[in-house]
């Protein structure tokens, strides 16, 4: 496992050039709703400074006053939101082939080259994403439905037998939605290395792979409690530097963008883990339909009746 891990960080970090590439993607994206939403808020505050104390320290009563008067002006942003973020999950979905494309060829960063493999894979890619996105809501159902079944089962008992009957289902709510995330990286690692694959047959083949190769999960995990850890060390940060002062403020956004590089970068090095595994552990290609041509069958038995008829002739000249 550390050796995969190892090997596919190494990749990654050989390949910045595409994590600083999608980072700047990701960043530009977030600037396009977040200097309209900060004009729309200083306007509809009428330059209050009331949302200066926020800086300071959060008052929650100032915040609920704000959104009783003026949260209508609010709305509009909804679905700019809602747009930006399908745009940003198809660009994440998009560039996932040029990635595994210079995985492949492992030569120097071409932007030109990196785009035109991206929108190779794209559709293939996005149909897969499709599929994936129902696995997720039907898990979640099936997921909602254990949970009510065990707090139905454990109502009215003591706190920590109730406690003790959920831990079962929290198990198999996150070993579920964790391998079905995991099988997406595998199907797509699938599809690019066999064109003759469609996303359906890469999604149940890299599921079988996943479930039969239980290393995949513990591969996913570390990369999940990496992210985790990084995680506690942006709010640990956040606590402790606290945003009383524009330097404060400034240097809180400086570091908030490395989390959200590195985010980036391990999410590029979770899809370098699939492609190491299955490279140590390849799945056979889809083998290739022999077409036979039944004109050059022809064409060929014509040439051999000639042939024969040639030399009957020549015989009988004889």
Partial sequence: MFTILRQAFRRTAQNW????FIFWANFTLGLVIAFPSFSIIKAE?????AFEKLITDFDFTIFYDFMQKKGKSLVSLIPVGFLLAGIYTLLNIFFSGGILSQFTIRD?????????NSWHYF??????????????????ISILTMFGIFVAIADGKTEPTF??????????????????????????????????LNPWKAFEKAADYVF????????????????????????????????TSGFKIWLMFVIQQFFVFCRVFIRTWNLSNAFDFVSLRPIPLTPKPIIIEPEFIEETSQEAQIDEEQGSENKLSE
């Fill in 163 to 196: 406690v003790a009957w959920m831990i079962f289902p929290c198990a198999f709510a996150f070993y579920y939605i964790t391998y079905l995330l995991n099988i997406g990286d595998y199907a797509k690692v699938l599809l690019h290395r066999d064109d003759l």
């Fill in 17 to 20: 050039q595409i994590v600083l």
């Fill in 108 to 116: 120097t960063f071409k932007l030109n080259e990196f785009l035109k």
């Fill in 123 to 140: 559709r293939k890619f996005f149909l897969l994403s499709l599929i994936q996105l129902i696995s997720l809501i039907l898990s979640y």
């Fill in 212 to 243: 039969r190769n239980f290393k995949t999960m513990q591969v996913y995990w570390a990369i999940v409690l990496v992210g985790f850890a990084l995680m506690l060390i942006y709010l640990t940060l956040e606590s402790t530097i606290g945003m």
């Fill in 45 to 49: 505050s009428e330059q209050s400074l």
